[in-house]
């Protein structure tokens, strides 16, 4: 079994992972690097082609499985769960693999084939939905492989560990996960499938390391319900605008907001495009409790009608919307420079129910948006929130269930990796031999 650590091995984003096993080719997840997206965004908002994307560090290199042969041999593209980081780049590179399935859960797929829309690409591919919980056969050259997806919490729905079966081994691919044993939607990590997996064997595990060097058990869903309940409370002037953004893929999140939403007796707004997006795709796949609850608001009129309402009314309205990040273009960040017809004022109630994610250009455009709408008056509840991502408890436990023969961190800098290194060691992991800190391109072969 070789393992090429194609991306995300160097940083939070571009997350890419290619399995040889003979004469056939695994790729699992290929996403984008969202600084890169942002950035380019914000020098000129438009359609990129390929190219651009690759020389502006959005893509992965997978151009490295050329070099090696690897590339017409890729039988399926597996996708882990829909958020961008994971299957962004799918509509721009998938058309390099035309013998490859690309397989993922319905929500994934739908939010997959979404982006393509959008971008105007047509992915020729055969697209297979499985369900959280069930397998599939990938037919190869040298042999069949079983795929499996294993149910797993974190911050967007059927999320899942693809475990692939083969002749040579059992490879476990870890990304995102945080074990919320009480989630607010939906049903807690399949354990018994993990155990199951664990006394079976697993070759080669990699693994979401993000959190690797936090001990603080960040917390469930229901912690984060319970910080929004507060948020509420604090935010209960009737007089006065209220407004709440947080992560458009987290629809338990956004389930929570709606729930709580309810008891205001505010008419509930979801307004930005991402947020149209995600919704959508979880009305498409009957996982939307809340569809009935809410107005969804995407174009460009529709936004500008609206908005021009909530100034009039302010007091009757809950408006959700893009912009925790102050993207370039979302509705929040347009608000705060005044360049919509609604105009916050003193008072008026803001909570971020999400966290800046901590790359320079996020953290500092953060800072001048808070500090516009500071300059406004309007009062700012931030990190009203949990991380996605599993911190050393979770990873621990992955390891004690799983017992694989060896670990490779991922989802981060080598920094943010290396912790998983000296993790693995108290289980008695030699680094080098069974613990191995890889580089984006680097082939390791068990």
Known sequence: MEVCTVGGFEEVGKNMTAVKIGEDVIIFDAGVHLPSVIEMQDESPRKYTEK???????????????????????????????????VGAVPFIAYRYPN???????????????????EGIRIKNKIREIYPNSSVTIKGKSENYKLELVHTTHSTIQCVFPVLYSSQGTFFYGLDFKFDNYPTMGDPPNYKKLKEIGKKGVKVLVVDSLYSGSEKKHGGERI????????????????????????SSH???????????????????????????????????KK??????????????????????????????????????????????????????????????????????????????????????????????TDVHVHGHGSREDLR??????????????HGSLQQEAPMID?????????????????NGKVLKF
């Open 100 to 118: 490859a399935d690309i397989i993922a859960t319905p929500f994934t797929v739908k939010v997959l084939e979404t982006i393509a829309k959008d």
């Open 397 to 410: 436990e992955l390891l004690r269930i799983l017992k694989p023969e060896h670990i490779i961190p991922a």
């Open 423 to 439: 993790l693995a060691a108290e289980f008695g992991y030699k680094f080098g031999e069974s613990s191995h800190l890889s580089s």
């Open 251 to 285: 629809i338990e999140r956004l389930n929570n907001i709606v729930k709580l939403g309810r008891r205001t007796g505010r008419k509930i707004v979801f307004i930005g495009r991402s947020l149209n997006k995600y919704v959508k795709a979880a009305i498409a796949v």
């Open 224 to 247: 984060a319900k319970h910080l929004l309940e507060e948020a509420f409370y604090i935010a209960r002037n009737r007089n006065s605008a209220l407004f709440v953004t947080t992560f």
């Open 52 to 86: 651009e994307l690759r020389s502006g560090g959005v893509l992965p290199n997978d151009l490295i499985l050329d070099k090696m042969g690897w590339r017409d041999k890729v039988r399926a593209i597996i996708i882990s769960h829909a958020h961008l980081d994971h």
């Open 288 to 381: 939307c409790p809340f569809k009935d609850d809410i107005t969804l608001v995407t174009y460009k009129n529709q936004v500008n009608s609206m908005l021009k309402r909530i100034e009039k009314n302010r007091e009757r309205f809950l408006v959700v919307c893009t912009g925790h990040q102050a993207e370039e273009g979302s509705i929040l960040d347009r608000i705060s420079k005044n360049e919509t017809p609604f105009r916050f004022r003193p008072g008026d109630n803001l909570i971020f129910a999400s966290s800046v994610i901590p790359v320079p250009l996020n953290i500092l455009a953060r800072e001048r948006m808070d500090k516009r709408l500071r300059k406004m008056g309007v009062k700012i509840q």
